[in-house]
């Protein structure tokens, strides 16, 4: 067909219509005005490149971007080294040509959980959590699943975004700094919730620290506010086997946690055997990614009791969140959030209820491997893949490109000082059945092979006795001075007698 029909036909500019098939302006080229810097090619490139350093957990920012598409244009040829750089102009036109890409808040992940949440970790839980469910007949009995987790409050808030005048800065009033109180809650792949129980920080519990509760809802006190073993045994004791349905040789009961050192012991297996529950700790550092607790529910749990804390202190402008109502928000945060819906959602994205291992699909194990292999020389970039020709050679310009992100994601290969293995319990217990007989007793060889504590003797000991003997000596000589807010202590020392240094010292103080 002739352009001019062509473009009376199908309703185009003639001279639009002729600039793309005589060459004048790209076909790709979807903008109006003058070509892009980058070919299509070459953004391509680019747009492959920052998707898998964001994937890897190695984003880049806006300006990141633009000083790298500028680096990319010099490599190229397309731009000197006096010239100007891209702007942020550049950027917002990018973008537009690429929809797929997103400017997004990244959520932080701690290098250990990074190296952890490997494929090989996962896998391995799955099947051995496979095969407990098969020997106990779990999989049709969601009922019978638990997951336990434990989550920190503190009184103090982050405030929302408030509206205010454009020509101040708003003032949000918050309860000062305090101790942490911990909740430890639960809940069934069915749906079931176990009513939350509340760790303390005192030494006596009192009946004011539950004002407010929801019923069912108990608790104790600790010297931290943390759980321990002890905590954590009488837990599931009192509380758990409480509320939980009845378990029995024929019928055991599942519970998964992480694998805290407070969670391990061997009173607390010994007793889980005997009341016929199956304790299953999950592989270190991948809570964030196979605990439901975690996935699904303690985010929007912290949501809303920051929420909660928000309207109180609104509510009450002359009171603050204090320790006798965090027991009230933290039981109505906590019903709002471990509602039967969020927990099923959870069990199900976690591969656990229905038994799924394909589940591992929607984990990126990218991170880890950062930590193993090269990944450059693993994976093919796109440049290299469009880079071959015909004749089986790269042009020029695609290996120059190519070349240019290869050495950007070098940074990831580069393998960092190796560090000697410790023996830890961790790595004894992460992701499996702990009350097993074969596991049971690989814990107790590492706890008999574990070396006692070594004792400080020598010189160290006796520097250690003069410095108590010193402290003694200070605390008693600043026992007998004034208690005054704004004066800085003062220790004076004499080699006279006691008597005199007394004296001395009263001296001193009349002059001070």
Not at 74 to 93: A, E, M, N
Not at 258 to 287: Q, Y
Not at 350 to 379: E, L
Request: glycine share 6%; proline share 5%; with cysteine.
């Amino acid at each position: 067909m002739a352009i001019r029909k062509a473009a009376s036909t199908f309703f185009v500019s003639f001279a639009t219509l002729h600039d793309r098939i005589s060459g004048k302006i790209s076909i790709d080229c979807c903008t109006v005005g003058r070509d892009p810097l980058l070919s299509m090619e070459e953004e391509k490139g680019l747009v492959s490149h920052i998707d898998a350093m964001a994937n890897f957990g190695y984003g880049y920012t806006r300006a990141e971007v633009t000083t790298l598409a500028t680096d990319l244009a010099i490599h190229l040829g397309k731009k000197s080294h006096d010239d100007k750089p891209l702007s942020l102009q550049w950027f917002y036109s990018f973008m537009k040509r690429w929809p797929d890409l997103r400017v997004k808040k990244p959520r932080s992940l701690e290098l250990q959980r990074a190296k952890a949440t490997s494929e090989e970790t996962v896998t391995r839980y799955f099947d051995e959590l496979g095969h407990i469910m098969n020997k106990y007949n779990l999989k049709n009995s969601p009922h019978r699943i638990y997951n336990v987790d434990e989550k920190g409050l503190v009184e103090n808030h982050s405030p929302p975004s408030v509206i205010s005048s454009s020509q101040s800065t708003p003032v949000a009033v918050v309860s000062p700094r305090s101790s942490t109180t911990t909740v430890i809650g639960c809940g069934s792949a069915s749906g079931q919730c176990i009513p939350p129980y509340f760790v303390f920080k005192g030494q006596r519990m009192r009946d004011e620290l539950m004002t407010g509760c929801t019923p069912g809802s108990t608790g104790t006190v600790s010297d931290s506010g943390w759980s321990n073993s002890e905590i954590f045994q009488q837990y599931l004791q009192d509380h758990f086997l409480k509320h939980a349905v009845a378990a029995s040789a024929d019928y055991p009961l599942l519970v998964l946690y992480d694998g805290h050192k407070s969670h391990v012991s061997l009173p607390l297996i010994n007793w889980a055997r005997d009341n016929h529950i199956i304790l299953f700790v999950l592989p270190a550092h991948t809570s964030h990614v196979l605990q439901p607790m975690d996935v699904g529910c303690f985010g929007p749990f912290a949501k809303i009791y920051n929420n909660l804390r928000h309207k109180h202190m609104r509510d009450h402008a002359s009171s603050s969140v204090d320790k006798h109502s965090v027991c009230e928000l933290g039981c109505r945060a906590y019903n709002l959030a471990l509602t039967p819906a969020n927990l099923q959602s959870s069990f199900r994205k976690c591969g656990i209820y229905p038994f799924d291992k394909s589940a591992t699909a929607t984990i990126n194990f990218a991170q880890s491997t950062v930590f193993k292999s090269p990944v450059s020389d693993s994976r093919m970039s796109p440049n290299e893949v469009s880079g071959i020709n015909k004749q089986g050679s790269r042009s020029r310009d695609e290996t120059t490109a190519e070349e240019f992100f290869k050495d950007k994601e070098n940074v990831l290969s580069k393998k960092s000082v190796p560090t000697k293995k410790r023996k830890v319990l961790s790595a004894v217990v992460g992701g499996k059945a702990i009350t097993e007989d074969s596991v049971l007793e690989k814990i107790i060889s590492h706890k008999s092979d574990k070396p006692a504590p070594k004792k400080r003797v020598g010189i160290s000991k006796t520097k250690t006795s003069a410095k108590k003997s010193a402290r003694k000596s200070t605390d008693v000589t600043n026992s007998q001075k004034p208690s005054t807010s704004g004066v800085t202590s003062r220790v004076y020392h004499d080699d006279s007698d006691s008597s005199l240094d007394n004296d001395i010292n009263k001296e001193k103080l009349e002059n001070w």
